[in-house]
């Protein structure tokens, strides 16, 4: 049907000032598609992880064996733990052994461990120089360590102390505490003005000032505190408490704590999540 002017009536309705005419897909072409959001990139794996290796004696107890045995069955564990720390990637290990406190168990037990860790650091320590890895021991400053056992802590850093596969630090005869005591001395003794000490300088004076911030601290058994574990360099780790006790606790366990740390965002009491101990955005 026709009108005078010769338009065409379409039975549709004047488009208001500002809205596209029906039929009108300039608009649609205009609008901003939304692009389809992709996958976050995955957090890195974690640069320091520490253990705290817990829970030897009730594994033994829940065993009915002595406590000796639940020291002995941890080996394993340990070289697990080794060998799935490097293979992810973690560049520092730290295993917690031997804690300055530790020295307060009975005569029998203490004896035993230091015969145990000897045997273990020299039945492993070609292993552990053909991985790469470099090994220190933080501690050792009790006249009570045997000396052929402090020999061999000093021979295999020796030995490894050219290795840049990974970093392994074990802890033995460690107190954290005695550590910031000790950096407090020694810059008492080099006469540095007060005025001139930060954070960074006083680290500079822990034992093994290389040492980065430790970014991941799994401690077995449940348990759920510091012991007095490498308290300058946890202050801001995540922590993981698995309930495996350490000799059931193998290279699995440790994958999925390396997981959930890589789900977890790192902020250093600011807003935006951080790398690996960096604290700079």
């Known amino acids: 049907m026709a009108t005078g002017g010769g338009a065409r009536v379409t039975g549709e309705r004047p488009g208001r000032v500002g809205e596209s005419p029906p039929g009108d897909t300039s608009r649609a072409l205009r609008e901003p598609v939304p692009r389809p ?11 320091h992880v520490a253990c705290v290796m817990d829970g030897n004696g009730r594994w033994a107890e829940r065993r009915s064996l002595p406590r000796t045995s639940g020291h002995r069955a941890a080996e394993s564990t ?9 293979s992810a990637g973690v560049e520092w290990l730290s295993l917690y052994a031997f804690s300055t406190e530790n020295w307060r168990r009975p005569h029998s037990e203490i004896d035993y461990l230091m015969r ?3 045997r273990v650091v020299r039945k492993h ?18 006249p009570r360590i045997p000396a052929p056992l402090a020999r061999d802590f000093a021979d295999l850093m020796t030995l490894t102390d050219a290795n840049r596969g990974m970093t392994l630090t074990v802890a033995f005869d460690h107190g954290g505490r005695r550590d910031i005591v000790e950096a407090a001395r020694s810059l008492i003794r080099s006469g ?4 001139a000490v930060d954070e960074r300088y006083f680290a500079t004076h822990l034992p093994f000032p290389d040492t980065p911030d430790v970014d991941l601290v799994i401690r077995t058994s449940g348990e759920q505190r510091i012991s007095n574990f490498m308290l300058w360099q946890v202050a801001y780790a995540e922590w993981i408490f698995p309930p495996a006790l350490w000799p059931d606790f193998h290279a699995p366990h440790f994958l999925e704590c ?6 977890r965002e790192r902020r250093f009491g600011g807003v935006t999540p951080y790398a690996n101990g960096d604290p700079t955005p």
């Open 192 to 195: 540095v003005a007060a005025d």
């Open 116 to 118: 145990l860790v000897r």
């Open 258 to 263: 390396l997981r959930s740390y890589q789900q």
């Open 37 to 47: 959001r992709s996958a976050p990139a995955p957090r890195p794996v974690p640069r």
């Open 125 to 142: 320590a070609p292993l552990l120089h053909a991985r790469g890895i470099r090994c220190r021991f933080l501690g050792v400053a009790d």
């Open 78 to 86: 340990v070289i697990d733990v080794i060998e799935a720390a490097r």
